[in-house]
């Protein structure tokens, strides 16, 4: 099983709701990521997950609360989302955290969660 | 991190070979060169790598220069269904923690008949 699957695939919110979205794999990843895509844009890092400990958050607003229960899902948290965060948001996992002499860190992605903020 | 630029865009015919050039020139030694590609609305999808070595699977190869402040893709018989965004990334690694793939522009290239 080579799959990131994400729920749900698209998602309308409010500005006072609170959501969530979600990634699993089961290839045996130890790191998993979440990256946001805005239209005809390149995607874009928002946090890294090693072994299950948040290893990298790239300055994301708190709105946005990444959880990793396991080793095989992670989870965005939304709550009070702005217009403006209406984007794709992708999953990756990858087998090796990265570091050392490891040359082979293909990262798997998931196909998305569109996300529209109203 | 090393920044990559790409054209945005590229023609290219069915069945020819599309050669799709990166510029990477403040590379650092131990950074890897990635190649992703996306096709309209899914994720992005792993193509090929390399550091210094030229590299071939059954997707791509991967023409790096020997300073290793350019790369070159080449896709040797496009086809309709290669028509994607091409990215070329370097890729970061955090010692014991994570790697980190900082996405170019990209190249939106476009396969005809």
């Known amino acids: 099983d080579t799959e990131v699957t994400q729920t749900p695939k698209h998602l309308v919110m409010g500005m006072t709701n609170k959501k969530s979205l979600k990634c699993e794999q089961h290839?045996?990843?130890?790191?998993m990521y979440w990256y946001k895509q805005k239209a005809k844009k390149p995607p874009e890092l928002m946090f890294v997950?090693?072994?299950?400990?948040?290893?990298i958050n790239e300055s994301v607003p708190s709105r946005f609360s990444p959880e990793c229960p396991n080793s095989s899902l992670l989870n965005l948290h939304l709550h009070a989302l702005q217009p403006e965060d209406s984007a794709l948001y992708l999953c990756?996992?990858?087998?090796?955290?990265?570091?050392?002499?490891?040359?082979?860190?293909?990262?798997?992605f998931g196909p998305g969660t569109r996300l529209t903020v109203l | 991190d090393a920044k990559t630029t790409q054209p945005p865009s590229m023609d290219c015919a069915e069945g020819r070979a599309a050669n799709l050039p990166c510029n990477h020139s403040t590379i650092s030694g131990n950074e890897y060169v990635y190649w992703y590609r996306q096709i309209h609305s899914q994720g992005p999808q792993y193509i090929i790598h390399g550091l210094k070595n030229n590299e071939t699977n059954e997707m791509a190869s991967l023409i790096i220069t020997e300073d290793r402040k350019s790369s070159t893709l080449i896709l040797p018989h496009a086809t309709l269904r290669d028509t994607a965004v091409y990215y070329c990334?370097?890729?970061?690694?955090?010692?014991?923690?994570?790697?980190?793939?900082?996405f170019g522009t990209g190249t939106r290239l476009q396969v005809t008949l």
């Open positions: 990756a996992s990858s087998q090796a955290p990265g570091g050392g002499r490891s040359s082979y860190n293909e990262q798997f």
């Open positions: 997950y090693s072994y299950e400990k948040l290893s």
């Open positions: 990334i370097v890729r970061v690694d955090y010692t014991g923690t994570a790697s980190k793939l900082t």
């Open positions: 290839m045996g990843h130890r790191a």
